[in-house]
């Protein structure tokens, strides 16, 4: 007699067959009559992992923000105290975190700049082998060491860097040198300023732009474009009203990984760039030379806690809903 809920199928081992054959039968049946149990199983090791190294390590860094630092013995007092997130108000401290958002804010928005006309034209006009050719142009960079791509741009921008030597022979490098002596951003040499950061920041989160993006113009209907043209809407009315509003999320996406990325990077700023800390480097600095972990465990908390604002804010603008 068969089970009528998994048609065809025998409540035991048939008989002469192996015992594990009866096993695997009773499972099939056990989770077709409960889907859910078998979505359970299958999720469980990633939610543990989720919940034991990640989120157990971000709970355990929260409350380290809660210690402090005996100032005559150096150690950590382990007793609840805010002074730590008090100290993030001295000067200094702010002067690091506005730095910081600052430079994220400017290499989102240039990379939103930059990514959309590639995107776009991936996503309309792209065919065949140059749809290949994007996909690896995109992609190269990345296939490439993180490190080594930093260091080949702290000799690109050197002082007798390729970028010199260029505006001098087309007779730009009065204008580069006008450039570099601005105040703040300038530097002895791009290598060292804070426009070298932002071109390098640039270019090692612009892909993370450009692909997301790309795939959020792709969900353009040709038709609504078309019928924008008919309605006679030029076409930075048919980009303002048509275009952006459903790319927005692609968009938003991007910008998640450009802004997030360049808030918690030390490496690029501790290889070019001045002698001023941003936050990632201050949280290394902090939990390794000074050894004031409470103080880098609180710095490190400021990302987190921008990005939840962040995403906060994206979500009830309704721009994940077509993610």
Do not use: C, H
């Not at 590639?118 to 296939?143: C, E, S």
């Not at 450009?258 to 690029?268: N, P, R, V």
């Amino acid at each position: 007699m068969t089970d009528p809920a998994v048609p065809g199928s025998a409540p035991g081992s048939a008989p002469g067959s192996a015992p594990g054959a009866g096993l695997s039968e009773r499972l099939t049946a056990l989770f077709w009559r409960r889907p859910g149990l078998l979505v359970a199983l299958l999720i469980m090791p990633p939610l543990l992992w989720l919940g034991v190294v990640y989120i157990g390590s971000l709970a355990a860094l929260l409350w380290q923000s809660f210690y402090s630092i005996d100032e005559f013995s150096g150690a950590i007092v382990k007793e609840f105290t805010l002074k730590t997130y008090a100290e993030l108000g001295l000067q200094q401290n702010i002067d690091i975190i506005v730095r910081t958002v600052l430079m994220a804010a400017a290499v989102t928005v240039a990379s939103v700049i930059l990514a959309f006309p590639i995107a776009f034209f991936a996503a309309r006009y792209a065919r065949g082998r140059w749809k290949a050719f994007f996909y690896l142009g995109i992609m190269l960079p990345l296939w490439s060491s993180y490190l080594v791509k930093v260091y080949a741009w702290k000799l690109i921008l050197a002082k007798e860097g390729i970028v010199t030597w260029a505006a001098n022979g087309i007779g730009a490098g009065p204008l580069l040198d006008g450039v570099l002596a601005l105040p703040v951003i300038g530097g002895g040499s791009l290598s060292t300023s804070y426009i070298g950061t932002f071109l390098v920041f640039v270019y090692v989160w612009l892909p993370y732009m450009i692909l997301p993006m790309q795939a959020a113009l792709e969900r353009v209907p040709t038709s609504m474009i078309e019928a924008s043209a008919d309605l006679g809407a030029g076409g930075l009315r048919t980009l303002r009203s048509v275009i952006l509003p459903i790319a927005a999320p692609g968009i938003i996406a991007g910008s998640i990984f450009t802004f997030s990325l360049t808030l918690g990077d030390y490496i690029i700023p501790q290889i070019i760039g001045s002698s001023r800390y941003f936050i990632g480097q201050a949280v290394y600095s902090l939990q390794g030379t000074a050894g004031n972990v409470p103080l880098a465990a609180a710095f490190a908390v400021i990302p987190i806690v921008i990005m939840l604002v962040y995403l906060t804010i994206a979500r009830r603008m309704g721009a994940f809903d077509a993610l």
